[in-house]
């Protein structure tokens, strides 16, 4: 191999070797000495946004595969505790199997990374195999350690002490929402435990409900996929049946050729309810192999588990932006105009109150029907005409309880009311906005409705922010804030969007759940976002306008 037009630098004890302007995406690290991990790791990380780490062992030490799950999964929880959290890491072991290198699945990589001295005719033929498999550049930059690192510790780290019988067929099942370190562990444990078939049952919707922010868990088309296509990248060799499951059984409940069922300290129950379940379909019981918990090497703020989960992962996400917001063409670039929603008792007047202390301006759009609802308003008189005089007080305004109860009991008259009062609420809403841009006082403006998207006002506004809580603790504030009953309440809650709904159309998501603390920060996050965005509009249009100037 030849390395060209190369520029080194020192970093702890390796050399680190990268070719002048070119910055790299994708890097293979060969680790022959564990106790380097945490240096190569910090070393690389700079360069890649991803690296597969290949552990370097002899192919006759390789078997029984179960002898270096230890290995494997301590890999992982270290990495976790070690690399930046933008740094994707996957352990390959398809190599494993006593077929070496040629073993793994052929990749993009652009970076090769040794931890160890090798003697030039090893290094050489390592590097033209590895070439060769995967589509390393002519030119592949390669991380040489110091002097210390020159012998390999790899094999002491060999378990015999574990479970060490491999299985033909081996199933797992979980959600598997965002692949985090944990699933990573217990997928690759299920993965070394196989000879031949690995059945993964990923759970949908109906099993979610009652998981922590259920609204945020991806469908369950993508969780499918991102299990797939990471035990390819792992181990290209072996038959994988990934498949969605509406109930904690799946295939494990009528498939007569499953031989081991893999599970975690807090779902070992489950594996003996289904060893239950098997017997009773006269099928044989599955050998159960349990692996420990990953602890989180930091819960920060919030409600957060102990452990490493999809659960804090979700509760990461809350604040921050979902999806980018679209184009909109038909408004103007000031001010910008967040549309806040979310259902009854969601807490949007509590992000109101913490928007207008950041100097956001709010429109209410609540207050704003109830001012369009006023005697000698044309939204008022369409309301009478409807609903007849039935509905007013003895003053002849609209007594909105009464109203309440007409339309909150019969669907087909809430959406008479809301065919009235939606297009006369928009535009004075839109009327609001265009004297506050003639004032140039505010750079965002916060339209608050609780219909914002039954309505479709998506195109009014740049982004769409939403609140949401639990169905049961919303009833619970509508309870002791509206002073109504239980009953009332879910209809309430029931003549609304569902969180589900809410959040497919939300750029930034918050939950008021918590504590005021936790919300907080939520929005913290959300708003410094939205201030980095503002300034770079604000520095294009200057750049623009200077453009202009000049020309």
């Not at 976790?80 to 040629?102: A, H, M, Y």
């Not at 793994?104 to 033929?125: G, H, K």
């Not at 509406?246 to 499953?258: A, C, E, L, R, W």
Request: proline letters at 4%; glycine letters at 4%.
């Amino acid at each position: 191999m030849r390395i060209s037009s190369v520029k080194s630098c020192n970093t702890t004890k390796f050399r680190i070797f990268i070719r002048v302007n070119e910055m790299s995406s994708t890097g293979l690290l060969i680790v022959s000495n564990i106790k380097q991990i945490a240096k190569s790791l910090r070393a690389i990380e700079k360069y890649v946004g991803r690296v597969y780490v290949q552990l370097n062992i002899p192919e006759d030490k390789c078997q029984p595969m179960p002898t270096w799950g230890h290995l494997i999964s301590q890999l992982y929880v270290d990495s976790n505790q070690i690399c930046d959290k933008n740094l994707k890491l996957n352990i390959l072991v398809g190599s494993l199997r006593q077929q070496g290198f040629k073993a793994l699945e052929s990749r993009q990589v652009d970076m090769l990374f040794f931890d160890i001295t090798s003697t030039p005719e090893l290094c050489q033929n390592l590097v033209s195999c590895l070439v060769q498999q995967f589509s390393i550049p002519n030119e592949p930059i390669i991380l040489e350690p110091g002097s210390q690192a020159s012998t390999t510790d790899i094999l002491s780290y060999q378990n015999f002490k574990d479970d060490i019988r491999v299985f033909d067929t081996v199933v797992v099942g979980g959600t598997f929402d965002r692949i985090h370190v944990g699933h990573k562990i217990f997928l690759t444990q299920a993965v070394i435990r196989c000879c031949r078939r690995l059945v993964v049952g990923v759970t949908t919707s109906r099993m979610n409900k009652s998981k922590t922010l259920s609204e945020l868990i991806l469908p369950v088309e993508s969780r499918v996929e991102e299990v797939r296509e990471f035990l390819k990248e792992i181990d290209a060799s072996l038959q994988y049946e990934v498949v969605p499951i509406d109930d904690p059984f799946g295939p494990t409940q009528s498939d007569p050729k499953m031989d081991m069922i893999v599970v975690s300290a807090e779902t070992r129950k489950g594996g003996h309810k289904v060893n239950e379940l098997r017997i009773k379909n006269s099928l044989r019981p599955l050998e159960i192999y349990c692996i420990d918990l990953v602890e989180a090497s930091q819960t920060g703020a919030g409600p957060k588990e102990k452990k490493v989960s999809s659960s804090n992962t979700r509760i990461d996400l809350l604040g921050t932006r979902l999806r980018q917001p679209e184009p909109r063409p038909n408004l103007c670039n000031e001010p910008y105009i967040i549309g806040l929603t979310g259902g009854i008792a969601s807490g949007k007047s509590i992000m109101c109150g913490r928007l207008l202390k950041k100097g956001a301006f709010v429109l209410d759009c609540d207050k704003i029907a109830h001012e369009i609802y006023e005697p000698g308003q044309v939204c008022y008189q369409k309301v009478v005409n409807h609903f007849d005089n039935g509905i007013l007080n003895a003053d002849g305004r609209i007594d909105r309880q009464k109203l309440g109860q007409i339309v909150f009991s019969d669907p087909e008259e809430l959406e008479n009311l809301n065919a009235i009062v939606w297009p006369e609420l928009l535009v004075e809403v839109k009327e609001r906005i265009r004297k506050l841009r003639n004032q140039h006082i505010y750079d965002v403006v916060v339209i608050e409705a609780a219909i914002l998207l039954k309505a479709n006002w998506e195109n009014e506004c740049h982004e769409i922010w939403s609140t949401i809580v639990t169905p049961e603790l919303a009833v619970q504030r509508i309870i002791q804030r509206n002073g109504l009953s239980e009953e009332e309440a879910r209809k309430r809650l029931a003549s609304q969007m569902e969180n589900h709904e809410v959040v497919a159309r939300s750029h930034i998501v918050f939950s008021t759940q918590w504590s005021e603390e936790f919300t907080a920060d939520q929005l913290n996050k959300a708003w410094s976002i939205l201030m980095k965005d503002i300034e770079k509009r604000k520095s294009k249009q200057s750049s623009n306008a200077k453009d202009a100037t000049y020309k």
